[in-house]
């Protein structure tokens, strides 16, 4: 069985449940999971978890994302991007970049973010788009989002191409259809690639169709990237002695004496005696232990 993370270019057409069935043929394998969604018309990073790296997915969900998108101005879609229903249409003859511009940049920062209906968010039970579907709207809750950074790469009204980082859970047709009704005459999304999730970059993801190739070259594990390689940021830590070591390989609380003294909530890379990598830990000043927040046993 293979266990890592692979960093797939989802290609437009595919859903992000598409990209995990391929996967699951590529590997040979079913435990194979995604790490967020991207939308059919989208493209770009979308890591993917095999093995024990499935139990990764809710970890990397939670990073920070990176994407290009191209934001239509004077059209207004039910679904926030070019695939949907037009609702209205403004004319922009009167908007002036830096008008446009301001807009844009005004959205940095934190803002509260209503997510759209056609998503995969729940209520009740049911998923947004499959409530949109039936022609219905529902009331939903604003979330807070954070805008790291816009760069505005082109401006040729009515479209505007940028490159925006943001935190986990930003819908960016929601931005664009924001940025719109901010400058009075509404927005959608019509192009979106994801460029970066966490440290799994565009430059160095692979289309299912090289994936496939490596498999049939018998080379499939050059592209799995080791578990650890996730949290190379964190410090790691080795068990010095049997007891210790007996203690991470089932997943307990230890004390260990480390290189500086770890503050509260302090995370670290724990490996077994061997070599083995056995999860993350965190370390509570109260108790003066790491405890485990991910085992990967």
Do not use: W
């Amino acid at each position: 069985m293979y266990d890592g993370i692979i960093n797939v270019y989802k290609e437009k057409g595919y859903t992000s449940f598409d990209v995990v069935a391929r996967m699951r043929g590529i590997l040979g394998q079913k435990k194979v999971g995604h790490t967020g969604t991207l939308d059919p018309a989208a493209e770009g990073v979308l890591p993917v978890c095999a093995g024990k790296g499935t139990k990764l997915c809710d970890m990397l969900t939670d990073h920070d994302k990176t994407y290009r998108a191209v934001l239509l101005l004077g059209t207004e879609t039910d679904t926030q991007d070019t695939t949907g229903t037009v609702l209205a249409e403004k004319p922009v003859d009167h908007l002036t970049e830096e008008a446009v511009r301001e807009a844009i940049y005004s959205f940095v920062g934190d803002y509260d973010q209503v997510p759209p209906m056609y998503s995969a968010l729940k209520v009740n039970g049911k998923k947004l788009y499959e409530l949109a579907r039936e022609g219905k709207t529902v009331e939903r809750k604003a979330r807070p989002v954070t805008i790291h950074e816009i760069r505005i790469d082109a401006v040729m009204l009515p479209e505007v191409t940028m490159t925006v980082s943001c935190s986990k859970g930003t819908y960016i047709r929601t931005l664009c259809n924001d940025i719109g009704e901010k400058l009075g005459v509404g927005g959608c999304m019509k192009e979106l690639l994801r460029t970066r999730v966490g440290r799994f970059a565009i430059g160095d993801s692979l289309t299912l169709g090289e994936l496939q190739k490596l498999k049939d070259e018998g080379r499939l594990s050059e592209a799995l990237l080791p578990l650890e390689s996730v949290f190379a940021d964190y410090p790691g830590i080795r068990a010095a002695e049997p007891e210790t070591d007996r203690l991470v390989r089932n997943g307990n609380p230890f004390r260990m004496k480390t290189a500086g003294k770890p503050s509260n909530g302090d995370a670290r890379r724990v490996y077994a005696m061997d070599g083995t990598f056995i999860g993350i830990y965190e370390y509570s000043e109260e108790k003066r232990m790491f405890y485990p927040r991910k085992i990967f046993m």
